[in-house]
T-cell receptor, first 112, second 114 residues
Framework: GEDVEQSLFLSVREGDSSVINCTYT??????LYWYKQEPGAGLQLLTY?????DMKQDQRLTVLLNKKDKHLSLRIADTQTGDSAIYFC????????????FGTGTRLKVLA | DTGVSQNPRHKITKRGQNVTFRCDPI?????LYWYRQTLGQGPEFLTY????????KSRLLSDRFSAERPKGSFSTLEIQRTEQGDSAMYLC????????????FGSGTRLTVV
């Protein structure tokens, strides 16, 4: 089946690091993505990683990819209250289409 | 370009009525996607277009749903004979042809069927 799994909730204190985890399904997926959704809004692309990479860093964001375990993580350094949102990972399965398969989302709550 | 624009933002309709949503993508993007998101879930794929051609439809898109992109620019999503189960956020996104560098999403249209 096509299920991208994420834990539902994460709570961290302001200034700490957050790590959001995702397990995807298609070992042949070439691109994997992280999106952020704030209440009542659409999804905002945060970052993406190509499958031949193990790590990608972009300012406070670090993406780690373990292809063997089909595990993707997003680390947010120095988490701020403005980072409170739902975070979705997504893959494009190599089935000849460009549709995303999204996870169920992780709700990040940052405590002041 | 102001991004992907969706109208209306909110729609409340009575069961059995027809509704139509509009999406204006980023002008240089030739791919356009529709997704549906219910509370507590990730977005689910409905359909996508490359230019005016509808290239794929999900089995979620029943006969009551139809999407068009007549001139390869804006798109409409129509739901006929709405049911309470159609209540959801309908998200539109656009991308360059490959889409590998990600989509740009609109803010969505929230449909409530009463």
């Amino acid at each position: 089946g096509e299920d991208v799994e994420q834990s539902l909730f994460l709570s961290v204190r302001e200034g700490d690091s957050s790590v959001i985890n995702c397990t995807y399904t298609d070992s042949s997926s070439t691109y994997l993505y992280w999106y952020k959704q704030e209440p009542g809004a659409g999804l905002q692309l945060l970052t993406y990683i190509f499958s031949n990479m193990d790590m990608k860093q972009d300012q406070r964001l670090t993406v780690l990819l373990n292809k063997k375990d089909k595990h993707l993580s997003l680390r947010i350094a120095d988490t701020q209250t403005g980072d409170s949102a739902i975070y979705f990972c997504a893959e494009i399965p190599t089935s000849g289409t460009y549709k995303y398969i999204f996870g169920t989302g992780t709700r990040l709550k940052v405590l002041a | 370009d102001t991004g992907v624009s969706q109208n209306p933002r909110h729609k409340i309709t009575k069961r059995g009525q027809n509704v139509t949503f509009r999406c204006d993508p980023i002008s240089e993007h030739n791919r356009l996607y529709w997704y549906r998101q219910t509370l507590g879930q990730g977005p689910e794929f409905l359909t996508y277009f490359q230019n005016e051609a509808q290239l794929e439809k999900s089995r979620l898109l029943s006969d009551r749903f139809s999407a068009e992109r007549p001139k390869g620019s804006f798109s409409t999503l129509e739901i006929q004979r709405t049911e309470q189960g159609d209540s959801a956020m309908y998200l539109c996104a656009s991308s360059h042809r490959t889409g590998n560098d990600g989509y740009t999403f609109g803010s969505g249209t929230r449909l409530t069927v009463v």
